[in-house]
């Protein structure tokens, strides 16, 4: 804890060694108030903040308590409202720290109900979340990283060139934003010890009929290349008397970051996806140059190894359906004799290619995406279609790309022969 508290140093840090050639900013990013913004924090780094700022230990422990409950599991933002706190601490809280948010600069609404957001960082940057309704189920789309560095040639957020990745306040302020425009925050007081002036909302206390219900940090960026923070975010985003979102509701994926994939499943413990989109070294290179450096078969053996797969919880194989790329039936077949030969508790998501301008690629026919569908089906491994969503707003998987980054053919070109030299 005391490491993220200097506030003397550089925001931005490099982060060491060669998976996260990014720069991260520090989880407590000093403002220029010189308040501590309090989103993203722990229970724990709460209680830390609040004895750094001059609380004795058992005070901080009550405080940090009680405003856990107040930003996580309310959604609260106004140290005033927060009743179960004596005004003047509810004043000397206001004075030194804030509950942020992401800032909105755009909201969309596609034809299918589908929801976007551009957000926008304190220091300028932009990145995107996604809402996506369905009959049994809501699931908030999550972004880790503003861009991301892998540059799948079929994927619209690897031609972002600038990237950094996103603090844990600014991942779980992605939750706390879609939960404020839902509007399903519990009404009502709480149950939790007054020490001060009763409370003068209903009694009536409510937290259910919730709209978000799944998430899926299937946003911008690599998650695994933003590990800590990731799992930080999502260990707020678990907690039972914040948002309380079960590690079953929520699925991380990665395009194949091999070395983190153990540290996902014993640390953060969540549903796992991968990103294989190929099943020949040749086809998945082209794909997903992170295959250069960890191939299929080895990828295949660390799912294999993923702590907590199994038959009731399989991994998903996110299977993206590009037009004489990847669709034939000798590629099902393929897929199915990998998954098999790996035993792996496997399921199939195949998805349509969801065209960007610019792209060369295009999107298989709806009959060459049945017959692979049904082929690896066959095989014994379900594989359902999944419906592109929110197409028409630029919001479909591997179209997020912040709408103030617009950039010519030959820079994107230049860009891509960048990533691909600096995998080797
Ligand atoms: N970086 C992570 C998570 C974000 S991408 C990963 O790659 O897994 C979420 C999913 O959308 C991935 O499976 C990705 O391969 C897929 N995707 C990217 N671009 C796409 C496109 N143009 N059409 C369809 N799916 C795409
Ligand atoms: Fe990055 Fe995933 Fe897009 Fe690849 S598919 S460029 S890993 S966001």
Same mark, same amino acid.
């Given at each position: 804890?005391?490491?993220? $508290?200097?506030?003397?140093?550089?925001?931005? $840090?490099?982060?060491?060694?060669?998976?996260?050639?990014?720069?991260?900013?520090?989880?407590?990013?000093?403002?220029?108030?010189?308040?501590?913004?309090?989103?993203?924090?722990?229970?724990?780094?709460?209680?830390?903040?609040?004895?750094?700022?001059?609380?004795?230990?058992?005070?901080?422990?009550?405080?940090?308590?009680?405003?856990?409950?107040?930003?996580?599991?309310?959604?609260?933002?106004?140290?005033?409202?927060?009743?179960?706190?004596?005004?003047?601490?509810?004043?000397?809280?206001?004075?030194?720290?804030?509950?942020?948010?992401? @800032?909105?600069?755009?909201?969309?609404?596609?034809?299918?109900?589908?929801?976007?957001?551009?957000?926008?960082?304190?220091?300028?940057?932009?990145?995107?979340?996604?809402?996506?309704?369905?009959?049994?189920?809501?699931?908030?789309?999550?972004?880790?990283?503003?861009?991301?560095?892998?540059?799948?040639?079929?994927?619209?957020?690897?031609?972002?060139?600038?990237?950094?990745?996103?603090?844990?306040?600014?991942?779980?302020?992605?939750?706390?934003?879609?939960?404020?425009?839902?509007?399903?925050?519990?009404?009502?007081?709480?149950?939790?010890?007054?020490?001060?002036?009763?409370?003068?909302?209903?009694?009536?206390?409510?937290?259910?009929?919730?709209?978000?219900?799944?998430?899926?940090?299937?946003?911008?960026?690599?998650?695994?290349?933003?590990?800590?923070?990731?799992?930080?975010?999502?260990?707020?985003?678990?907690?039972?008397?914040?948002?309380?979102?079960?590690?079953?509701?929520?699925?991380?994926?990665?395009?194949?970051?091999?070395?983190?994939?153990?540290?996902?499943?014993?640390?953060?413990?969540?549903?796992?996806?991968?990103?294989?989109?190929?099943?020949?070294?040749?086809?998945?290179?082209?794909?997903?140059?992170?295959?250069?450096?960890?191939?299929?078969?080895?990828?295949?053996?660390?799912?294999?190894?993923?702590?907590?797969?199994?038959?009731?919880?399989?991994?998903?194989?996110?299977?993206?359906?590009?037009?004489?790329?990847?669709?034939?039936?000798?590629?099902?077949?393929?897929?199915?004799?990998?998954?098999?030969?790996?035993?792996?508790?496997?399921?199939?998501?195949?998805?349509?290619?969801?065209?960007?301008?610019?792209?060369?690629?295009?999107?298989?026919?709806?009959?060459?995406?049945?017959?692979?569908?049904?082929?690896?089906?066959?095989?014994?491994?379900?594989?359902?279609?999944?419906?592109?969503?929110?197409?028409?707003?630029?919001?479909?998987?591997?179209?997020?790309?912040?709408?103030?980054?617009?950039?010519?053919?030959?820079?994107?070109?230049?860009?891509?022969?960048?990533? @691909?030299?600096?995998?080797?």
């Amino acid at each position: 804890m005391g490491a993220i $508290m200097q506030t003397s140093a550089s925001p931005l $840090m490099p982060i060491p060694g060669a998976i996260d050639p990014v720069p991260v900013r520090r989880a407590v990013t000093p403002r220029e108030d010189g308040r501590v913004d309090l989103m993203g924090l722990s229970r724990m780094q709460i209680k830390s903040v609040f004895e750094e700022a001059g609380l004795d230990a058992k005070a901080a422990k009550l405080r940090s308590k009680q405003i856990f409950h107040w930003l996580y599991h309310r959604g609260e933002t106004d140290f005033d409202a927060m009743t179960d706190l004596a005004k003047p601490m509810r004043g000397w809280m206001a004075e030194r720290f804030v509950v942020g948010r992401p @800032q909105v600069v755009e909201a969309q609404v596609s034809s299918d109900g589908t929801r976007k957001w551009l957000l926008r960082s304190d220091d300028g940057q932009d990145y995107e979340m996604v809402f996506i309704p369905d009959a049994d189920r809501g699931t908030l789309c999550v972004s880790s990283q503003v861009g991301c560095t892998l540059n799948c040639s079929f994927c619209h957020t690897g031609t972002m060139r600038l990237v950094r990745n996103l603090t844990p306040g600014e991942i779980v302020g992605q939750v706390m934003l879609a939960r404020d425009a839902l509007g399903e925050w519990p009404k009502g007081s709480m149950a939790s010890a007054n020490d001060d002036e009763e409370s003068d909302e209903a009694s009536h206390y409510t937290s259910d009929g919730r709209m978000l219900t799944n998430i899926v940090m299937m946003g911008m960026g690599e998650p695994l290349y933003n590990f800590d923070h990731v799992r930080d975010a999502l260990k707020v985003v678990m907690d039972g008397d914040g948002l309380a979102l079960s590690k079953r509701r929520i699925t991380l994926s990665t395009s194949g970051v091999i070395p983190m994939m153990a540290r996902a499943g014993e640390e953060i413990g969540v549903n796992l996806a991968v990103s294989l989109h190929g099943v020949t070294k040749d086809v998945r290179d082209e794909l997903v140059p992170l295959n250069r450096k960890f191939g299929i078969e080895e990828l295949l053996a660390a799912c294999a190894a993923y702590p907590g797969a199994n038959n009731a919880r399989r991994i998903t194989f996110e299977y993206v359906m590009i037009k004489d790329k990847n669709d034939s039936d000798a590629d099902a077949r393929e897929l199915v004799r990998l998954l098999r030969h790996y035993k792996l508790p496997a399921k199939v998501n195949l998805i349509p290619f969801n065209p960007w301008p610019g792209t060369d690629y295009e999107c298989s026919t709806p009959e060459r995406i049945r017959r692979f569908s049904d082929i690896v089906f066959e095989g014994g491994i379900s594989a359902p279609v999944r419906t592109p969503r929110g197409r028409d707003i630029m919001a479909a998987c591997g179209q997020l790309k912040s709408a103030s980054e617009k950039k010519s053919k030959a820079e994107m070109r230049r860009l891509a022969e960048e990533k @691909q030299a600096a995998l080797g």
